[in-house]
């Protein structure tokens, strides 16, 4: 098997090459160097000369506050790009495994999104993600939409290493405490989709680690692990004032992993650990 992965140089594409080269997957990892998603013809050229068998698409533009501000480019990248994709795998006849988000429900309430459930974007974000879910459910058959939330690796920007360095300089954070969600680490995620692409189980999947938590709760757990004495403050998100707005609810149902024979991930607290170990801490 060949597997394609966009976006290969970020937290979750790096973590996908290195799990399919350590069983021994023939992989053809790019990013934009290599392929621009959002010129239709380089997709077409790049992903058509490829002989892949499958595609995983990690390519986004993820800057949530950002994207406030450049909305026609988020959407040019995580709609229009990904539907370049889904139409080059329609014609090649693969699957195609879009890399989605919570943030295309409205967080609102405490009961764990379904799979199934209403699509309602907060924001540009959320909303240029919903239409590449929905690029991906017109174009093609066989597809896997697999949503992820509050995503942390070794390759890339994240809330722990924010964390660490915020600490370590002014001994001190003020941390959201009303939006709850599961820390999802990407390597653990990276066995889970790679188990996932050789199968024919296809659908759309809520995949986060086990567990829950506020920010606040994340940060004091990740300086309790990391040895460090932090002042942690309580803010709500009104107090905290990002220019996008953030879902309060992040629950998400993994029920459809045990349905279809798949591994859950583990709880989040063993994966902060394993993390901070690679690190350093």
């Not at 390519?59 to 994709?85: F, H, K, M, Q, S």
């Not at 149902?253 to 994966?271: H, I, S, T, V």
């Amino acid at each position: 098997m060949k597997v394609f992965v966009t976006g290969a140089k970020g937290q979750l594409g790096n973590d996908l090459l290195n799990e399919m080269a350590k069983r021994g997957i023939d992989t053809i990892g790019v990013d934009i160097d290599e392929m621009d998603i959002t010129d239709a013809q380089a997709v077409e050229r790049v992903l058509g000369a490829s002989g892949a068998d499958a595609v995983i698409h990690c390519a986004a533009y993820t800057a949530v506050d950002a994207a406030e501000d450049n909305a026609p480019l988020c959407a040019r990248i995580n709609g229009t790009g990904t539907e370049n994709v889904a139409v080059v795998c329609r014609d090649l006849d693969i699957p195609m495994m879009y890399i989605s988000t919570d943030y295309v429900f409205n967080g609102q309430g405490e009961r764990p999104w379904e799979p199934g459930d209403k699509r309602e974007p907060l924001n540009v974000y959320g909303e240029t993600k919903y239409q590449g879910e929905l690029a991906v459910e017109r174009w093609l058959e066989k597809f896997f939409i697999v949503r992820i939330a509050w995503v942390f690796g070794a390759n890339g920007k994240n809330f722990i290493n924010t964390m660490l360095r915020i600490g370590k300089e002014k001994g001190k954070a003020s941390v959201v405490n009303d939006q709850v969600g599961s820390p999802t680490y990407t390597y653990d995620l990276a066995r889970l989709l790679v188990d996932m692409i050789q199968t024919d189980r296809y659908g759309t999947y809520h995949a986060t680690n086990e567990g829950l938590c506020s920010w606040y709760e994340f940060a004091v757990e990740i300086f309790r692990q990391a040895g460090l004495f932090v002042e942690v403050t309580p803010v709500t998100s009104a107090e905290y004032g990002a220019k996008a707005k953030r879902p309060a609810n992040s629950r998400m149902n993994r029920d459809k992993l045990d349905e279809n024979g798949f591994r859950r991930l583990p709880p989040w607290q063993d994966a902060l650990s394993r993390y901070l170990r690679e690190l350093g801490y």
